[in-house]
C-alpha cells in the first residue's frame, strides 16, 4: 500500500528523513565491522517507507565504525546487501555531542516537555553547542536537497532546523514529527530559549503532535511569546508570513506484527521456558516493560505494588510483578535513578517475599523481540505508570500480543495512549494508593469483562497500526505540497471571481455535501447543507452528480425539483421524471460476472465492499486495514484483468469505480445537462474526486470548478469538506444581492 501511494505522489519528488539516531549502526566485533540495527518500532517503520520510496535518512553517526564505510559524503547505500536508499551521517565532535546530546536534548528539553522541572538543569555550552549541531545537520539536509525536497524531521534534538533549512531554501516542504509531550506556558515559559526553540519549529510546513493537547498547548506557547497570527480553528500559526499547519497524529506499531509474534511456536515455548525459570506456573503475572527513565515513573508504580501487598495480604505468593527496564541512558540522573529502583525493589522482595515466591522479579537489561512479546501474551496485568508521556508504544505492544485476550491494560491517564486506547483502567501514577485498588481490581475483574475490554483495545491497535500513522502523515505532507503549488488559487481568496448571476451549480455528494465516512451507507448530507440548498436553488438551478445509483442520491439528498445524475450521470433525473438511462444488457451481464468474481476473490481480505449500482459498480476499501492493502491490490489487479474491453476501471478516494465503457463519465453528464438545461449559463461545479476530473474539463474555459483538497484540473480548490457549506452560504448571499439588482 505504503509503496503504491508513495509511487503516486512522490515521484520525481525526494525525500529526506532527519533523525537524531541512525537506522544502521557499524560497530566494530573483534576483528570485524558489525552492521547493527537499533531496536524500536520507528526506526524499522521509516525504513520500510525509504525502502519504498528510496531517498536520504540524514542521521548522527554514532557508531565506533560509522566513517570507515562511507563515501567522500559521508554517505552509505542501505539496508546493507540490498539497498534501495541513501543513510548519509552527520558527525558531532565528542564535545558538541555531548552537550547537544547529552546536554541541551536530554537535560533541557526532555524533563521540560515531561514537566519533572527539577531536573531540568540548563548551560550556556549545552545551547551553543546544541545550535551548532543543528546547523551541522541543517548543512548535510542542504547538501542532499532541491527546492522539490521534502524533508520530514523526528523529535526534539532537532528543533532549531527547519528554521535554518526555511532560511537557506524557502520552497522546501518540511515537517517534524514531535514524538514526546508538548508542556503548557505555564511550564514552557522557563526555558531560556523558548523564543528560539518556537521560531526554529515554525520553520515547518507541518508539525505533528501525538494528541491534539499537544498542539494546541504549542498554540498557547507561540501565542505568548511570538508575535504571529493564530487559527485556532484550522491549528494554523502564520509567523512572518510563512504557515506551520498543526496536526495530532497519535504513533502507533506494526499491529499484525506484533500478534504474528505472539502466536508463533516460538512464543509458547519461549512462555514455557520463562515460567519454569521464574517458578510462575501458578498465581496472576504482572508485567512492566521500560526503558529505565524516571518519566516512566518506575517508583510510584514499586510504592504501589508494595502498597498492594501490604493491603491486600491475600494476594502474597499468589502474584508476581515482573519489571523489565533497560537502562539506555548511562550518565546522571540515569545512573542515581537505577540504583534507586534496584534499592527498592530489594526492600519489597525483603519485605513480602516468601520461601519460594518473591513480588517483584527485575530483568535489568534488553530482552530479545521475541522473549518480549512472550512476556506480554502471558502477563494478566500490562501496567504503564509514566508521569507523562507523549504515547507509550509499550501500552499498544502490549495489547497486539494479548492473543489469549485475558489481560488488563493498566495505563497512567499522563500518556498519550490514555486518549485513544479505550478499555484500559486508567490510573492517576501519583495517586499511589488508587493506584494499588486498581491492581486489585484488574485482578478481581470477571472474565467476561476483560474479554470485552481487552477486545474493543485489540480492535483500536488494529485498525490504527503504524502504516495507518505514516500514511496520515504522508498524506497531509502530499496536500501541503499540492496546496504550496497552487498559490493564489484558494477559493476564499477569489470570491470576487465566482460568477454569480446566470449561474448553475453543479454539486459532487460524498466528500463534497456529505464528509468522507468509514462505510458509504453512513455518509449522510449534513442538516445545515440541505437547508442552504433549500434557499439557494430559488436562486440557481442545481444539479447534483453523483457516482451512486440515481434511487440512492435522490433519497440522500432529498430536495425535490433539482436534477440528479446517478451512476456517474449513465441514469438522469429532471426534477420530474428520468430522462436518461442508459443500460445494456450485455454489460449489465458482464458486470454480474465480474462483481461474483470480485466478491470470490477479495472475501479474504477484511473491510472490502462490493456495492453493486446496476449499472456502475463501486469496491470500496475505506475500511481494509493499511497492512491488507498491498493483498488487495494484488488480488483486485488480477480480478479485473481481461474485463478492460468493457469496463473502465478508476481509483477514487479509497474506492475502485467500475464503469461501462459506453456509460458516461461526470463530464458528460454536466455538458449534457448544460446543453438541455442550462444553456447561456454559467456553470459552477464543487467535487472533490478523480472522477469529478472529467467534469473540471468539461467545464474549463465556460465556468468555474473547485475542488476540495485540489486538483491540478480544478480553477480553486477548498481545504476541507466543511468548507463546502461556507461557501454555499456565501453564494447565497451573494446570489441574493444579484437578484435584487436584476429586478
Ligand atoms: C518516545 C516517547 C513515544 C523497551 N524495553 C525493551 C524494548 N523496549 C522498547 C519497547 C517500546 C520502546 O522500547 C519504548 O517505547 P515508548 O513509547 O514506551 O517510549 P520512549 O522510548 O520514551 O519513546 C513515547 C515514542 O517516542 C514513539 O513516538 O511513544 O511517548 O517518549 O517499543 O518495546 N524492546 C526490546 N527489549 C526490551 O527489553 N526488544
Redesign the pocket.
Known amino acids: 500500500m505504503l509503496r503504491l501511494f508513495l509511487e503516486e505522489n512522490f515521484s520525481g519528488k525526494n525525500l529526506v528523513v532527519v533523525s537524531n539516531r541512525e537506522p544502521y549502526i557499524h560497530k566494530k566485533v573483534g576483528t570485524q565491522i558489525k552492521v547493527d540495527r537499533p531496536?524500536?518500532?520507528?526506526t524499522s517503520a521509516l525504513d520500510d517507507v525509504l525502502r519504498a520510496a528510496g531517498g536520504i535518512w540524514v542521521a548522527w553517526g554514532s557508531g565506533s565504525r560509522d566513517k570507515d564505510v562511507v563515501d567522500n559524503k559521508s554517505c552509505i547505500p542501505v539496508p546493507p546487501g540490498n539497498p534501495s536508499y541513501t543513510l548519509k551521517r552527520v558527525w558531532l565532535s565528542p564535545g558538541i555531542a555531548e552537550n547537544y546530546y547529552h546536554g541541551y536534548a536530554n537535560q533541557v528539553l526532555w524533563p521540560l516537555c515531561?514537566i519533572t522541572l527539577d531536573r531540568v538543569y540548563f548551560r550556556k555550552r549545552f545551547w551553543e553547542d546544541y545550535k551548532k549541531a543543528n546547523r551541522i545537520f541543517a548543512k548535510a539536509v542542504l547538501e542532499e536537497s532541491s527546492d522539490d525536497s521534502i524533508v520530514w524531521i523526528h523529535?526534539y534534538h532537532l528543533c532549531l532546523l527547519p528554521g535554518f533549512l526555511r532560511d537557506c531554501k524557502s520552497d522546501l516542504t518540511i515537517a517534524h514529527?514531535w514524538?514526546?509531550?508538548w508542556p503548557d506556558w505555564g511550564v514552557f515559559r522557563v526555558c531560556p530559549q523558548a523564543k528560539e526553540i518556537l521560531e526554529g519549529l515554525l520553520g515547518n510546513d507541518l508539525l505533528g503532535f501525538?494528541i491534539p493537547l499537544f498542539a494546541k498547548s504549542f498554540m498557547d506557547c507561540v501565542k505568548e511569546c511570538l508575535d504571529a497570527d493564530l487559527d485556532y480553528q484550522n491549528a494554523v500559526v502564520t509567523y512572518k508570513g510563512h504557515a506551520t499547519r498543526l496536526k495530532a497524529f497519535p504513533?502507533s506499531?506494526d499491529y499484525q506484527k506484533f500478534h504474528a509474534m505472539a502466536t508463533s511456536r516460538r512464543a509458547v515455548n519461549a512462555i514455557k521456558r520463562i515460567k519454569q525459570k521464574h517458578r510462575l506456573d501458578q498465581g496472576y503475572i504482572g508485567i512492566g516493560?521500560?526503558?529505565l527513565?524516571y518519566?516512566?515513573a518506575l517508583i510510584k508504580r514499586l510504592q504501589a505494588i508494595d502498597l498492594f501487598f501490604e493491603r491486600y495480604a491475600r494476594y502474597r505468593g499468589r502474584v508476581t510483578f515482573i519489571q523489565?527496564?533497560?537502562p539506555?541512558r548511562t550518565k546522571e540522573p540515569y545512573l542515581s535513578y537505577q540504583k534507586a529502583v534496584g534499592e527498592l525493589i530489594a526492600r519489597i522482595n525483603g519485605k513480602h517475599a516468601t520461601t519460594d515466591w518473591k513480588p517483584v522479579v527485575y530483568?535489568d537489561?534488553?530482552?530479545?523481540?521475541q522473549?518480549?512479546v512472550a512476556y506480554y501474551r502471558m502477563a494478566d496485568i500490562g501496567i504503564?505508570s509514566?508521569v507523562y508521556?507523549?504515547?507509550?508504544?509499550?501500552?499498544k505492544?502490549y495489547v497486539a500480543s494479548q492473543a489469549d485476550g485475558h489481560g488488563v491494560l493498566i495505563l497512567s491517564e499522563l500518556?498519550?495512549?490514555a486518549e485513544e486506547l479505550e478499555g484500559a483502567l486508567l490510573v492517576n501514577p501519583y495517586d499511589v494508593e488508587g493506584f494499588s485498588d486498581l491492581i486489585y481490581k484488574a485482578l478481581k475483574m470477571p472474565h467476561t469483562e476483560k474479554a470485552s475490554r481487552m477486545a474493543v483495545l485489540r480492535q483500536q491497535v488494529r485498525a490504527n497500526d503504524i502504516y495507518k500513522w505514516i500514511a496520515d502523515i504522508l498524506h497531509e505532507i502530499v496536500n501541503i505540497c499540492w496546496m504550496k503549488s497552487a498559490t493564489g488559487r484558494y477559493l476564499f481568496d477569489n470570491l470576487d471571481r465566482i460568477p454569480v448571476k446566470n449561474t448553475f451549480l453543479f454539486l459532487d455528494y460524498d466528500g463534497t455535501l456529505s464528509p468522507i465516512v468509514e462505510s458509504p451507507d453512513k455518509a449522510f448530507i449534513p442538516g445545515e447543507i440541505r437547508d442552504i440548498l433549500l434557499r439557494l436553488k430559488k436562486h440557481m438551478p442545481i444539479a447534483i452528480i453523483s457516482g451512486r445509483a440515481l434511487e440512492d442520491i435522490k433519497e440522500r439528498v432529498g430536495i425535490e425539483d433539482i436534477i440528479y445524475a446517478g451512476n456517474h450521470g449513465a441514469e438522469i433525473w429532471n426534477g420530474r421524471r428520468q430522462v436518461v438511462r442508459r443500460h445494456s444488457a450485455g454489460d449489465r451481464d458482464r458486470l454480474e460476472e465480474l462483481l461474483r468474481r470480485l466478491r470470490e476473490d477479495l472475501m479474504p481480505i477484511q473491510g472490502v465492499m462490493v456495492e453493486d449500482k446496476g449499472i456502475t459498480a463501486s469496491i470500496h476499501f475505506r475500511k481494509v486495514s493499511p497492512k491488507d492493502m498491498g493483498a488487495f491490490f494484488d488480488a483486485f489487479r488480477e480480478t479485473v484483468r481481461g474485463y478492460e474491453d468493457t469496463f473502465r476501471i478508476t481509483a477514487g478516494k479509497k474506492v475502485f469505480e467500475i464503469r461501462p465503457l459506453k456509460a458516461w463519465n461526470k463530464g458528460k453528464a454536466v455538458s449534457w445537462i448544460m446543453e438541455k438545461f442550462g444553456k447561456r449559463k454559467m456553470p459552477i461545479y464543487v467535487g472533490d474526486d478523480t472522477t469529478d476530473e472529467d467534469a473540471f474539463k468539461a467545464i474549463k474555459g465556460r465556468g468555474v470548478s473547485i475542488c476540495v483538497g485540489g486538483n491540478p484540473e480544478a480553477d480553486y480548490y477548498l481545504k476541507r469538506q466543511e468548507e463546502v457549506g461556507e461557501f454555499l452560504e456565501q453564494l447565497t448571499g451573494l446570489s441574493k444581492i444579484s437578484s435584487f439588482a436584476n429586478l
Do not use: C, W, Y
Open positions: 531496536a524500536g518500532g520507528l515531561h523529535d514529527f514524538h514526546i509531550p501525538q504513533i506499531i516493560v521500560d526503558r527513565e518519566t516512566k523489565i527496564a533497560v539506555t530483568i537489561k534488553k530482552v530479545e523481540h522473549e518480549l504503564i509514566s508521556d507523549g504515547m507509550n508504544l509499550v501500552a505492544e500518556a498519550g495512549a
